[in-house]
């Protein structure tokens, strides 16, 4: 038994990021600075007025953390322990004709994506294993199952790619979104897990709403940080 749905789609991370970048880059008041990383806070008293990287502080009026998977360890420069951790996700890739596939097959926590250009993405694994991204013959190989699993005409193919990536993990996937409790000024825009790209939109328009002290689209209250958050001990 299967349940069709017409209207769900994929998106190409690559491609929206490239996307986005263009458009920031148009907007007469957004820098982007690329490798560049940030150490830590700028702090004054129990204000976060920026954030320290090699080539200076950078400040403002407040700070975002939207780090991903690396959050909790930003985070823990303020003593702090966020509950967001690196969860490693290994892919695989087949290249198929291009009618190979028409729409996505999700099953047992695996799914195949079909591409315009006849590549199949086969995913992907959950692992906890810090932030080592490298790929293993052991995913490999039960990627493959699953892939012969959804689409038994694969069983002669062998993948044209294989690669890993972090996923910034959270408990029951319930990102943080909103103000950090005293440290004025920062907020936080993390913890999405599997689901990151989907929920941007509607993330990213919450805290625009709470910045702005705007009526939020959403109930903020079960993404809040107020609570969840704890001082470390280490």
Not at 33 to 61: L, Y
Not at 178 to 191: E, K, M, R, V
């Amino acid at each position: 038994r299967a349940i069709q749905m017409a209207d769900v789609a994929n998106v190409r991370n690559p491609r929206l990021v490239k996307s986005l970048k263009a458009a920031l880059l148009a907007m007469p008041n957004v820098e982007i600075r690329e490798q560049c990383e940030v150490s830590g806070f700028v702090r004054e008293g129990s204000r976060v007025s920026g954030v320290s990287t090699p080539s200076g502080d950078v400040t403002g009026d407040r700070v975002i953390l939207a780090a991903g998977a690396w959050s909790g360890e930003l985070l823990k420069t303020l003593s702090l322990d966020l509950p967001v951790e690196p969860v490693k996700g290994q892919m695989i890739l087949y290249k198929c004709a291009s009618d190979f596939l028409s729409s996505m097959v999700l099953a047992k926590g695996r799914y195949a994506i079909p591409r315009r250009d006849g590549h199949i993405l086969i995913g992907s694994t959950l692992e906890h294993e810090g932030f080592d991204k490298t790929t293993t013959h052991a995913a490999l190989e039960s990627l493959k199952a699953s892939a012969i699993e959804l689409l038994p005409e694969l069983a002669n193919a062998e993948p044209v790619a294989q690669w890993a990536g972090l996923r910034p993990g959270s408990p029951e996937g319930i990102p943080f979104i909103g103000p950090l409790a005293g440290f004025d000024g920062l907020w936080l825009n993390c913890g999405h897990y599997r689901n990151g790209l989907v929920l941007a939109p509607a993330s990213c328009q919450l805290i625009t709403d709470l910045l702005l002290n705007r009526e939020p689209i959403i109930d903020p209250a079960p993404y809040t940080p107020s609570g969840r958050l704890h001082f470390s001990t280490d």
